[in-house]
T-cell receptor, first 114, second 115 residues
């Protein structure tokens, strides 16, 4: 059973608008969450992370929100740019596993339309 | 350039072949990982090496054999693979820290096709 779920395989957004990518998790032991971005023919690149002691982390145009009670996190990209078009993976880890066990979602393909 | 280099980028092999995937990291990290990404599936962790010692083996079939001669190099030896092993194989590395969480840095991957 998938412990990290990205239920939207794809998302299209107009350039300049907000992109919201969602992620749900089932394992209540997860306490650290990461977003990775992947372009075709490249490996995933770390984007932003959040610890469970926070509910928001911001880095430039990227903000991650965490709702622990709902076991839900989201990545907001504002404003969206064509270069943001990529597959975005949500990942989570728990204290016992340290950083070794990153559990990934299936990814959401974001297309930003110029 | 992420500092993690994988070769070859593409590999086609028959089921009776033996081949090896190579990964090299230039980041001074002490942990390295092999992941498998199949179509429409999440990334699956296969092996973890920490300070050259294997610490995780997520029930991977023995036809996949990892080797970590030093903290900068990681190999995945392949033999008698099956067509369902066709996938993107990703290598990653990270630096173990006493506080906070490690970020894993990925290579570009090897696209493997088993005929």
């Amino acid at each position: 059973d998938q412990q990290v779920k990205q239920n939207s395989p794809s998302l299209s957004v107009q350039e300049g608008r907000i992109s919201i990518l969602n992620c749900d998790y089932t394992n209540s032991m997860f306490d650290y969450f990461l977003w990775y971005k992947k372009y075709p023919a490249e490996g995933p690149t770390f984007l932003i992370s959040i610890s469970s002691i926070k509910d928001k982390n911001e880095d430039g145009r990227f903000t991650v929100f965490l709702n622990k009670s709902a076991k839900h996190l989201s990545l907001h990209i504002v404003p969206s740019q064509p270069g943001d078009s990529a597959v975005y993976f949500c990942a989570a880890t728990s204290p016992g596993a340290g950083s070794y066990q990153l559990t990934f979602g299936k990814g959401t393909k974001l297309s930003v339309i110029p | 350039e992420t500092g993690v280099t994988q070769t070859p980028r593409h590999l086609v092999m028959g089921m009776t072949n033996k081949k090896s995937l190579k990964c090299e990291q230039h980041l001074g990290h002490n942990a390295m990982y092999w992941y498998k990404q199949s179509a429409k599936k999440p990334l699956e962790l296969m092996f973890v090496y920490n300070f050259k010692e294997q610490t995780e083996n997520n029930s991977v079939p023995s036809r996949f054999s990892p080797e970590c001669p030093n903290s900068s190099h990681l190999f995945l030896h392949l033999h008698t693979l099956q067509p369902e092993d066709s996938a993107l194989y990703l290598c990653a590395s990270s630096q173990e820290q006493t506080q906070g969480r490690n970020i894993q840095y990925f290579g570009a991957g090897t696209r493997l096709s088993v005929l």
